[in-house]
């Protein structure tokens, strides 16, 4: 099974519908954080969280929320999608500063 | 702020072709992470470099940090159509406890 994994895979939706996006983790890290990847912009982190009670904004929190909700469980909201929002977005998890896991991706289209 | 610069961009070789990526920071490297994304999917983490000077192999890809620790390459043998994908170097932000990434280098291996 797979250590980082995140639900759902793929999801269409429409403007202004919220959207949660779930990560779990059973690699046992203190660490998760949230990406979105755009072609030609590389990966951009969104949240990050060093435990369940610290989270933090990356660089492009706007119209973003989340929820760590325990230590292997970390969740992306979008509370009310906008096109633009149209991205592949990954869950990724460390332990300290050593390197990160990532899951296998989210794809979000918003029409 | 520090940011990681990869080239080349993009890159087609004929299959048993040598290459190389490369991975330049415009600050000193902390631990420098190389990862490999097959297009759609999550990143796959390779080798991690942390010392000036390091250099590690796994199967036919080395990875090295120079002396200054400010460039690392990644450097493919012989390649083949299973090496396709999109590589990223990604590093922690120093005076940060963010991750950056470059913008990734893809690559096509033709059979």
């Known amino acids: 099974d797979a250590d980082v994994t995140q639900t759902p895979r793929n999801r269409i939706t429409k403007t202004g519908k919220r959207i949660m996006l779930e990560c779990s983790q059973t690699?046992?890290?203190?660490?998760m954080y949230w990406y979105r990847q755009d072609p030609g912009l590389g990966l951009r982190l969104i949240y990050y969280?060093?435990?369940?009670?610290?989270?933090n904004k990356g660089e492009i929190s706007d119209g973003y929320s989340v929820s760590r909700q325990a230590q292997a469980k970390f969740s992306l909201s979008l509370e009310s999608a906008i096109p633009n929002q149209t991205a592949l977005y990954f869950c990724?998890?460390?332990?300290?500063?050593?390197?990160?896991?990532f899951g296998p991706g989210t794809r979000l289209t918003v029409l | 702020s520090q940011e990681l610069e990869q080239s080349p961009q993009s890159l087609i070789v004929q299959e048993g072709k040598n290459l190389t990526i490369n991975c330049t920071s415009s600050?000193?490297?902390?631990?420098l992470y190389w990862y490999k994304q097959k297009y759609g999917e999550g990143l796959i983490f390779l080798m991690m470099?942390?010392?000036?000077?390091e250099e590690k192999s796994h199967e036919k890809i080395t990875a090295k940090l120079d002396e200054k620790k400010q460039q690392s390459s990644l450097h493919i043998t012989a390649s083949q159509p299973s090496h396709a994908g999109i590589y990223l170097c990604?590093?922690?932000?120093?005076?940060?406890?963010?991750?950056?990434f470059g913008t990734g280098t893809r690559l096509k291996v033709l059979a």
């Open positions: 990604g590093a922690p932000n120093s005076g940060t406890y963010k991750y950056i």
């Open positions: 969280s060093f435990d369940v009670k610290d989270i």
């Open positions: 600050k000193t490297l902390y631990g």
């Open positions: 990724a998890t460390s332990q300290e500063y050593n390197e990160q896991f």
């Open positions: 470099l942390q010392k000036g000077g």
């Open positions: 690699k046992g890290h203190d660490r």
